[in-house]
């Protein structure tokens, strides 16, 4: 029988996972009304974390007891970048991940310091450990985008900040209140339009239409075969892309990275119809022909 009584609250899943925590954390039951009044403190739920731990120290609690070792931690590094010292924040990151090898934060905040250092390879090498870690991929998604632009890779830069734009819909992180993934998801937003990739959603074109089209087609494969026109030289001055912007170079990485996946590629072909790369969307829905009939795992011949 636990002495004191305790709230289970739960938290937002980026945050969870975010922190290495289950999504439930306890809370005083006497401190309801400040929770109501001032919001959530992670001061009161680590303390509660910690009186939890000592009344029943089990393996159920793991995550709780990794938590709260990391917490002083986690101040000195907020307290770091909020002075700009990367040098002390480094060392209070690795400090935690001397706790917690497994805590995304960590990695996430270890690659914005190298980043705000300049030390753009160790700054990526670091985003993608983290992604190996989350299903909540946007902020690491926008931290790699960041990256290259600053080194002027912009298609690799579009292609992340792309991919952080769509996480959005394929985790529905828009409902969430945490800030850093609705910031993430913003900025992609606004990165885009910038870049002027993003114009408007093509919420009235019916892939069916276009699927229907590639499977009566009597060489549907050899079509999907053939190496892409270079549709986009004719469309560069409409579409007001950057210069050093391939667009069509990008549309392929995204696809070749996609390829098995069925939700991307039709909103790809969306995308790419929406862009009037009529071609190049009958291929793409060719290939989700081929998921839904066949489900095989055939390698892109696009070159």
Not at 12 to 36: G, I, T
Request: with cysteine; charged share 30%; aromatic share 14%.
């Amino acid at each position: 029988m636990f002495k004191k009584k305790y709230l289970l609250l739960e938290l937002d899943p980026f945050e969870a996972e975010f922190y290495h925590l289950p999504e439930l954390v306890p809370y005083f039951e006497h401190e309801q009304k400040k929770l109501e009044q001032l919001g959530f403190n992670w001061d009161i739920t680590v303390d509660a974390m910690r009186a939890l731990v000592k009344e029943e120290n089990c393996e159920e609690y793991k995550l709780f007891k990794l938590f709260i070792r990391k917490w002083e931690h986690y101040q000195r590094l907020t307290q770091s970048l909020e002075k700009q010292d990367y040098k002390d924040a480094q060392k209070a990151i690795d400090k935690i991940l001397a706790i917690d090898l497994l805590d995304p934060s960590a990695y996430f905040n270890l690659a914005y310091v190298f980043r705000m250092q300049g030390e753009y390879l160790r700054s990526e090498q670091a985003y993608h450990k983290g992604l190996e870690l989350v299903t909540y991929k946007a902020p690491f998604y926008l931290g790699l985008a960041k990256n290259y632009e600053a080194i002027g890779k912009f298609e690799d830069a579009i292609y992340f900040w792309n991919e952080a734009y769509l996480q959005d819909q394929d985790t529905n992180s828009a409902e969430s209140t945490n800030s850093i993934l609705i910031s993430a998801y913003q900025d992609a937003l606004e990165k885009l339009i910038d870049y002027r990739v993003f114009k408007t959603t093509a919420t009235t074109i019916n892939p069916k239409s276009v699927i229907e089209f590639a499977k009566s087609s009597k060489n549907s494969r050899a079509i999907y075969e053939q190496e892409l026109p270079h549709e986009i030289d004719s469309e560069s001055s409409e579409t007001g892309f950057e210069p050093d912007i391939n667009f069509e170079k990008l549309m392929r990485k995204v696809f070749e990275k996609n390829f098995n996946n069925l939700d991307r590629l039709n909103k790809l072909g969306i995308e790419l119809v929406h862009h009037k790369l009529t071609s190049f969307a009958v291929r793409v829905f060719e290939r989700v022909y081929q998921l839904v009939v066949y489900d095989d795992s055939k390698e892109p011949q696009l070159v």
